[in-house]
């Protein structure tokens, strides 16, 4: 099922899919060239070294104003029906080959946030075409609806003691799927935003491309008012929805 682009005019049909399934795919909703632009501020950031950058939108205005999208909270106010509260990010690179990234477990994003059921939300927003000849996000249609399911804890990352990435494992603690609940890979456009249940059970494989990267963002919501856990690696935290990024010369009374 795929929403109408740009305005995010979620209708029942949409919601009602969303409800079913646990997931909504809005084509093309951010414009070609800002999707680049994107590209371009992690590709600086990462400096070629390819790693997954968390809580990207603190090193980057563009991530920045990217989690407070007004369309994309509308719709994922419109959604959860509640004032959703940004608290998160992380960027994929997907780069073919990359020792750095190992795809996804199937795993349900609410292991990280440990937030009340329904109340974790997460917007990816794709800044590459994806397909299954570069590793597209699998979902597991309606597994959501199995609340949590029980995972034994793994690490996502080993880091060195300035925090830098020094070895990834596949993201997320690996869950049971039930065999009723099959597995669906997902094909989307560049500009492209995935809504996601944090309680549905997705995967992705380590991108199986010699040649295509599949550049990607997560955003990271909760219900307001909800409580979660901040994460030992991620450190998620409340963040204003209308702040505009800082500029450099907003620090003069520190
Ligand atoms: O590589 C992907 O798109 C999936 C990442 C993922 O599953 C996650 O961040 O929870």
Redesign the pocket.
């Known amino acids: 099922m795929r929403a109408r682009a740009r305005s995010i005019a979620l209708g029942r049909n949409e919601l009602s899919f969303y409800g079913q399934n646990g997931y909504l795919v809005v084509e093309r909703f951010i414009p070609e060239k800002e999707c680049r632009s994107l590209i371009a501020g992690a590709q600086g950031i990462a400096a070629g070294r390819h790693a997954n950058l968390l809580n990207i939108h603190e090193r980057s205005p563009l991530f920045r104003r990217l989690l407070v999208h007004p369309g994309i909270l509308k719709a994922a106010d419109a959604i959860q029906k509640a004032r959703m509260i940004p608290i998160g990010s992380?960027f994929?690179f997907?780069k073919p080959g990359n020792p750095l990234e190992k795809?996804?477990n199937a795993?349900q994003?609410n292991y990280a946030a440990k937030a009340p059921y329904g109340s974790y939300f997460?917007c990816?927003v794709a800044l590459d075409d994806a397909d299954e000849g570069n590793?597209?996000?699998v979902v597991y249609p309606g597994t959501h609806k199995l609340r949590d399911l029980p995972y034994t804890p793994a690490k996502n990352f080993e880091m060195d003691r300035h925090g830098k990435i020094v070895k990834a494992y596949p993201?997320?603690p690996a869950v049971r799927v039930p065999v009723a609940f099959k597995p669906l890979q997902l094909k989307y456009t560049r500009g492209s935003l995935i809504f996601i249940h944090g309680h549905l059970v997705?995967?992705?494989p380590q991108n199986p491309s010699r040649t295509r990267w599949?550049h990607?963002v997560?955003l990271h919501y909760i219900k307001d008012g909800d409580p979660f856990w901040p994460g030992w690696n991620a450190r998620r935290r409340l963040i204003e929805r209308d702040a505009r990024p800082p500029r450099a010369d907003d620090d003069d009374d520190h």
Do not use: M, Q
């Open positions: 992380i994929f997907c795809g996804a795993h994003d997460v990816g590793g597209a996000l993201i997320g997705h995967s992705a599949r990607k997560y």
